[in-house]
């Protein structure tokens, strides 16, 4: 069967992104129960291949698929790994850090939190001085930032935990940078990576995405208070996840059974498609050089501080001298791009966001990143033009 989209602006925010048409077939499987034989192994095969993704295939490792979005791995990191009272660190890039940090004390958590200054990462000596000065239960990263576009050494970051809090879980805020950017789960020794759907990995939104060490599932195990939530309790979920693996029907609330086939195909794509895993963290990379230095051409400089600390899979880009997001978004809408406006709170009017993540990097005969750059060139003419 061949589809063809509805004609549509081209959407380059930092997700939901564009997706492919086979992804949008793979949605439109007909009523299919969530126990029947025929979904079972769809369902098994995502928690497979999401591991892959990862570079997380340790015995133990226990992925999840739940209904929500991104966020809810917040609440299930926060619930099922932290008992109220309990010390958390949170290293802050922006935004989303802010957010996971309220998520964390909405549980009963002492958070402590680095804030990296605005464009910036949290310094090493910082961790590890915050790391001397407490026992922590669990330490969070943003990976990607989706408010700065930044990107947080957190391989390194691990390694440092590791070395001086080797008992300390971590967990990865990796939304913004699952399929976009290398995540090591097991090199690293990363407890939790939480993602969804709609970013990097070119899927629609609605479903919750996890991976867990066995260190995090026996964290879960040892608990003494019980999970504070209902809905998100991994110890209702694991009985479900180990079922759908091992090819068994279970229920426990009903899965989004389309979403999880349009999953599936994702994941093909991404893991057996024809370019490696390596191969698209490079599209990715070239992706992101090609925008960055075609900005950088038209005067537009960068929220993140340099280009090493700069994600692959997204662009925060300042408004050049002069202009506005009035000379910018309104005006890129027209010529049928949408983009997104600034999201961290002190600088939110002083820069706008461009997704270049999935199909949008990786196909590059779409010819995306030559529209978003020839866009921006005529809206930036047009405000120059005007003054
Ligand atoms: C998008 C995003 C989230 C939130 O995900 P939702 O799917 O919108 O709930 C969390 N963290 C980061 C880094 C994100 O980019």
Redesign the pocket.
């Known amino acids: 069967m061949t589809f063809q989209q509805a004609p549509h602006k081209l959407l380059v925010i930092?997700?939901p992104i564009e997706f492919d048409s086979s992804i949008l077939l793979a949605n439109a499987t007909p009523g299919t129960s969530h126990v029947s034989p025929a979904f079972i192994p769809v369902f098994g095969d995502c928690l497979r291949l999401l591991k892959k993704v990862l570079y997380g295939e340790k015995p133990g490792n226990q992925s999840f698929l739940i209904a929500g979005?991104?966020?809810?791995g917040w609440d299930a990191t926060a619930a099922n790994l932290v008992e109220p009272g309990e010390d958390v660190l949170v290293l802050n890039h922006g935004y989303?850090g802010d957010?996971f940090a309220d998520c964390l004390e909405t549980y009963g958590a002492k958070v402590t939190q680095l804030k990296a200054p605005i464009g910036g990462v949290v310094s090493e000596a910082d961790l590890v001085a915050a790391l001397k000065s407490k026992k922590f239960k669990l330490v969070t990263i943003?990976h990607?930032?989706?408010s700065t576009g930044v990107l947080s050494p957190a391989g390194r970051y691990a390694e440092l935990i590791k070395q001086n809090s080797p008992d300390t879980l971590i967990a990865l805020?990796a939304?913004?940078s699952v399929a976009s950017e290398e995540i090591r789960f097991d090199d690293w020794g990363i407890d939790v990576v939480i993602s969804?759907t709609?970013?990097g990995l070119g899927v629609p939104?609605g479903l919750s995405v996890v991976l867990a060490s066995e260190r995090a599932i026996k964290t879960l195990e040892a608990r003494k208070a019980p999970v504070g939530s209902y809905y998100i309790s991994w110890k209702r979920w694991l009985p479900i996840m180990r079922a759908y693996e091992e090819g068994r029907p279970a229920y426990f609330a009903t899965p989004p059974v389309q979403l999880v086939y349009a999953l599936q195909a994702g994941l093909k794509a991404i893991v057996e498609g024809p370019q490696s895993l390596e191969d698209r963290f490079a599209a990715h990379k070239a992706a992101s050089n090609k925008i960055k230095d075609g900005l950088a051409q038209l005067g537009v400089g960068f929220v993140p501080l340099g280009r090493e600390i700069s994600a692959n899979g997204m662009t925060a880009a300042k408004y050049p001298e002069g202009v506005t997001a009035a000379d910018v978004l309104p005006k890129l809408a027209e010529l049928d791009i949408v983009v997104a406006g600034g999201l961290h709170k002190d600088i939110a009017t002083t820069y706008f966001r461009i997704g270049h993540m999935g199909v949008t990097a990786v196909k590059t005969e779409r010819g995306d990143l030559d529209k978003v750059l020839a866009g921006v060139k005529t809206v930036l003419d047009a405000a120059r033009a005007k003054k």
Do not use: E
């Open positions: 930092p997700g979005s991104g966020t809810l989303f957010s943003t990607v930032d989706t805020d939304v913004c969804a709609q970013k939104p």
